[in-house]
C-alpha cells in the first residue's frame, strides 16, 4: 500500500541550531502535504500545508520564517525547524492523501521526535 | 488553538470487553469521519471511516456510529486485546476538499487493555 516516510525518525539537536526533516511520498504523488506538530498526551495540530511548486500555507500562530517548509517535487516534503528553541520540542507529523477509483485515504509518516536542548 | 496542560482521557478495559471510545466533532460541514490508532512514537494509523450518509459502519472487530444530530462519533472495538492499547483520535473533514484539506483532529482517547 501506499507509505508516507519521513526522516529522520528522531533528532536531537542544540538551541539554535536548524533541523531539517523530510516527508516522502514512497509510491505515489503528492501535490500537497499536511504537516502537523504533537506534543505530549495531546492531538495533531495542523501547522502547515505544503504545496509542490508554491508556498506553503500556514496556520494561525506558526511562524512560516521559523518553519520553513519546500514541496520541491511531487514526492518530498521538507520542514525545517530554523534557531530551534527547547519548546520546539515535539512530535512533527506529515500526511498526504492517496486517491484511487472510488476511494481516497489519508496516510501518516511516522514521525519525528525533535528535542532541543 | 492547543489545549495546553490537558491529559488524554484513559479508558482501561479487559482483555476480552467491549470498548467504546466517544469523540464529538465541531464543524457542521464536516462529511467524512475517519478513526486512527496511535501507539506510542508512531504515526496514526487509519481504523475505520464513515461517510455521513450512514450511521453506521463495521470493520473487522471495529465498529463506527455516527450521530449527526448531536456531531458525535463513537467507535466500537469487539473483544479488546492488548494489542489495541494506543491512543485512538476521531478525524473530520470535507469530503470534497479531500486533498486539499487537512483533517482536524479529535482530542484523543488512551485505551489501556489490562491481562
Known amino acids: 500500500g501506499a507509505v508516507v516516510s519521513q526522516h529522520p525518525s528522531w533528532v536531537i539537536c542544540k538551541s539554535g541550531t536548524s533541523v531539517k526533516i523530510e516527508c516522502r511520498s514512497l509510491?505515489?504523488?503528492?501535490?500537497?502535504m499536511f504537516w502537523y506538530r504533537q506534543f505530549p498526551k495531546q492531538s495533531l495540530m495542523l501547522m502547515a500545508t505544503s504545496n509542490e511548486g508554491s508556498k506553503a500555507t500556514y496556520e494561525q500562530g506558526v511562524e512560516k520564517d521559523k518553519f520553513l517548509i519546500n514541496h520541491a517535487s511531487l514526492t518530498l516534503s521538507t520542514l525545517t525547524v530554523t534557531s530551534a528553541h527547547p519548546e520546539d520540542s515535539s512530535f512533527y507529523i506529515c500526511s498526504a492523501w492517496v486517491f484511487g477509483y472510488g476511494f481516497s485515504e489519508a496516510f501518516f509518516g511516522q514521525g519525528t521526535r525533535l528535542t532541543v536542548v | 488553538g492547543e489545549s495546553v496542560g490537558l491529559h488524554l482521557p484513559t479508558l482501561s478495559v479487559q482483555e476480552g470487553d467491549n470498548s467504546i471510545i466517544n469523540c464529538a466533532y465541531s464543524n457542521s460541514a464536516s462529511d467524512y469521519f475517519i478513526w486512527y490508532k496511535q501507539e506510542s512514537g508512531k504515526g496514526p494509523q487509519f481504523i475505520i471511516d464513515i461517510r455521513s450518509n450512514m450511521d453506521k459502519r463495521q470493520g473487522q472487530r471495529v465498529t463506527v456510529l455516527l450521530n449527526k444530530t448531536v456531531k458525535h462519533l463513537s467507535l466500537q472495538i469487539a473483544a479488546t486485546q492488548p494489542g489495541d492499547s494506543a491512543v485512538y483520535f476521531c478525524?473530520?473533514?470535507?469530503?470534497?476538499?479531500?486533498?486539499?484539506?487537512?483533517?482536524?483532529f479529535g482530542s484523543g482517547t488512551r485505551l489501556q487493555v489490562q491481562p
Open positions: 509510491d505515489f504523488q503528492a501535490t500537497t
Open positions: 478525524a473530520e473533514n470535507i469530503e470534497e476538499d479531500t486533498g486539499r484539506r487537512a483533517l482536524t
